[in-house]
C-alpha cells in the first residue's frame, strides 16, 4: 500500500469518525482519544498545542497524520514550531528551570537528545498513556526512569547514491566511499550522526568494540576527510543531490525516499556493513499547566495509536512502534524499513544511554579529523 | 486693548513652565554633568551586555556532568584546559584569525577605491548608482547573500554552466576555505566602505591639487597624501571588518561545506549539539579575549589618535 494510499484510507476513516460525531457530538472524539469522559469534562481546552517538528515532508505528514485528526476531534488548533531541536532545547531547559511555562508543548526529537532531557529532569512522565499498551517495546526508552519519552518510529541511515554514479548496481559497502572518482562528492551529517557505527565496522571493528575501541571508526574518517566530503544538514542533502553536487550520502532513508519522489534520480541502500538503526520520540516538558498537560498528553497518547502510526508515519516510509501496520508499497522488503527480526540484525543499533554518554567525546573527534 | 493672551500666546507659557520645571529637576549648577546623563541609556544597555559575560564567565567555570546534564557545583579551569589544547579548537582558532586577516587586508584594498570614487565623483548619477550598490547588500542580509552564491558559484551555478559553453569545468569553486574568504570579502566591503568615506570626505580636494600643482603625479599624490590623510577611516575600517571576520557564523557555516567552521560555528556547536554550555562559555570568552588583544596591539601599534579619539594626538 503506497502512503498516499494510506492516507486515503486514514481520510475515511476520518470521515466515518465525522460523520459519528456529527450524530454523537464531540464524546465521540473525546472516546477516540481514549478519555475516561467526566475527566475530559473537567479539563478545560487550551486554544492552541505547540509541536516543535522538522520542517518539509516531516512536518506536513504530523499534520495530516496527526494533529488534523486530533484538532477536528477536540478543537484545539495545533501549531507546528520548527525551531531545530538542537536549537529549542536550551529555551525548554531554561523555561523549565526558571520555573516558566515551556515554549512547546511537545518535542518531536531524536532520542538522543531527548535522553539528555530526560536526564536533566525536565520531562513529564509518560507512563498513564493509555496507548501505551498497545505498542512494541522500542517504544519505551531503555535505562531511564518511568517513561520520560515515548519512541514513535525506527530509522535507517541509509547510504543514498544518484544512479548514474553506479551505473553497474547499487554500491555494496560504506568503503565504496573512499573511491577516488567520489572526491568532492561524498556528503555526511556534520556531526558525523549515523556513520559512527558503521565507520567501525568498516574500517576493519566490530560493533561490540563501541564505545571502547573506536579506532577503526576514526581511521575510517581519516580516509574519508582524504575525499573532502561536504558536511551538512538533512535539507542540504537534497539540496546537493538535486544540483548535482554529491553522489553518495549517509542520510536517512526519508530524505532519499522524498527526494526520489521529487525527481531526483537517487536510491539507497544497505551497505553489507549494515546501516545505523536510531529512533526519535515525543517528549512533554515540565512546567505546563494542568489542562494543557492533560490536552498535549491526549496528542501524544493518538499519535502512539494505529490510526495516528499509519497516517503520519506512511508517507514518511517510517515503522513505527504498533504491531500492524501496513508497509509503504514502494518499501516492502527494504532493509530501510525493517520489520523481522532478520532484517533487524543485519542493522547496526548503539544503546541511546552510550550514545549520550560519548557523544561529545565522538562528535569533537569527528569534527578534529574533518577540521582538520 | 489687547487681550493678554494675545501678547502672551500660550505657547509661550507652556514653554515657561517646561523651562522652570526643567529647572526644577535639574538645576544650572548640574550642566557639566548632563553629557554624562545623556551616556546612561548606552551604559545601562552595555551594563546588561556585562551581565551576560558576567554569567558565561561562571559557566565557563563549570564542566558538564553528563550523568545529570547540568553544570557541575565546583569550580574548574578544565574547559578552559580543553578549549586551549584541544587541536580541533586550535586549528578553527588559528583558521578563524588567519581568514580575519586576510579578509581585513583584500577588503581595504577593494574597498578603498570604491570609497574613493564615491566621496569625489562629479556625476551624481555614479554616487547614486555606487550608494545604491553599496546599501543593496544590507537589505537582502547574511544569509540569503550567501545562498546567492550557492547559485552562483555551486557544480551546476551560473559560472560553471557558462564555462561548460567553452567546453571547461565544471570545476569545485564552493565548500572550501577560499569560498567562505570570498564571501566574507563581499559581506565586508559595504561596512569598509562606510567606515573609509567620512575619512576621505574629510581630506581637502585642494590638498591633492596642491601636490600635482607641487609634481607629484596621481600615484604619488595617493602615497603621500590621500593614504595618510584616511588613515583614521582605515584604521577604524580594518577594526570593524576584523572583528565581524572573526565572529562571522552564516558564511563559514553556508559556503565552508561544514569543514571549514569558524570560532562561532565551534561555539555554536558546544552550547547547541552537545549541550555543553561550559565549554561554549569557555570558547566564548577566549574569543573575547583574543580578538580585543588583537585590536588593542594594533591600536597600541597605529596610536589611539589615529582613529581621531585623542584631542592631542600622540601620533
Known sequence: MTGINQIARYKLSRRRFLEGATAAGSVAGISTLGLGQAWADEQPKPAEIVVRAWGGVWVESLKAGVSDPFTQMTGIAVRHDLTEDNEIQPKVWAAVDQGRVPPININWDTTINATKSALRGVTEDLSDLPNLANVLPVAKPEGLEGV?????????????????????????????????????????????????????????????????????????????????????????????????????????????????????????????????????????????????????????????????????????????????????????????????????????QVSPKIQVEHQSEWFAKFKEIMQG | MRHYSTAYPLSWRIFDAVEALAKRVWPARFAPWLPYLLLLPALLVTGLLVIGLIEIADS????????????????????????????????????????????????LVLAFPYAYVLVRTESPILRKLLLIVLFLPFFIGQVVRAYGWLIILGNEGILNTSLSFLGIGPFRLLFNYWAVLFGLVQTMIPFAVLMLAPALTAIPKETERAAESLGANWIRTFQYVVIPLARPGMVGAAIVVFTLTLTDFAIPAVLGGGSNDFIANAIYDQFFRTSDAGLGSALTLLLIIAGSAAVGVALLLVGIGTLGLAGHDDD
Open chain 2, 60 to 107: 565557563s567555570l563549570h564542566v558538564l556532568d553528563k550523568a545529570t546534564f547540568r553544570s557541575s557545583e565546583s569550580y574548574s579551569l578544565e574547559n578552559f584546559e580543553r578549549a586551549l589544547t584541544a587541536s580541533l579548537f586550535r586549528n578553527i582558532g588559528l583558521r578563524s584569525f588567519l581568514g580575519a586577516i586576510l579578509v581585513t587586508a583584500v577588503t
Open chain 1, 148 to 348: 520520560p519519552l515515548v519512541n514513535v518510529y525506527a530509522y535507517v541511515y541509509v547510504l543514498a547514491y544518484r544512479n548514474e554514479a553506479f551505473p553497474s548496481g547499487a554500491p555494496t559497502s560504506w568503503n565504496d566511499l573512499l573511491d577516488p572518482r567520489f572526491k568532492g562528492r561524498v556528503a555526511l551529517y556534520n556531526d558525523g550522526i549515523g556513520m559512527h557505527a558503521p565507520a567501525v565496522v568498516a574500517g576493519g571493528g566490530k560493533l561490540a568494540d563501541i564505545p571502547a575501541n573506536m579506532q577503526p571508526a576514526w581511521d575510517y574518517f581519516s580516509k574519508l576527510k582524504a575525499q573532502n566530503p561536504l558536511l551538512g544538514e538533512d535539507p542540504d542533502f537534497t539540496a546537493w543531490f538535486q544540483k548535482g553536487e554529491i553522489d553518495v550520502a549517509c542520510t536517512i532513508s526519508s530524505n532519499a525516499r522524498e527526494a526520489k519522489k521529487n525527481g531526483i534520480p537517487v536510491a539507497w541502500t544497505v551497505p553489507k556493513e549494515g546501516a545505523t538503526l536510531d529512533t526519535d520520540c515525543l517528549w512533554i516538558p515540565k512546567g505546563l499547566p494542568a489542562a494543557d498537560l492533560y490536552w498535549t498528553k491526549q496528542y501524544v497518547n493518538y499519535a502512539i495509536g494505529q490510526a495516528g502510526q499509519q497516517a503520519w508515519l506512511g508517507p514518511l516510509g517510517l515503522p513505527g512502534v504498533v504491531p500492524g501496520l501496513t508497509p509503504p508499497e514502494d518499501l516492502v522488503g527494504d532493509l530501510s524499513y525493517p520489520t523481522t527480526s532478520d532484517d533487524l540484525a543485519k542493522l547496526l
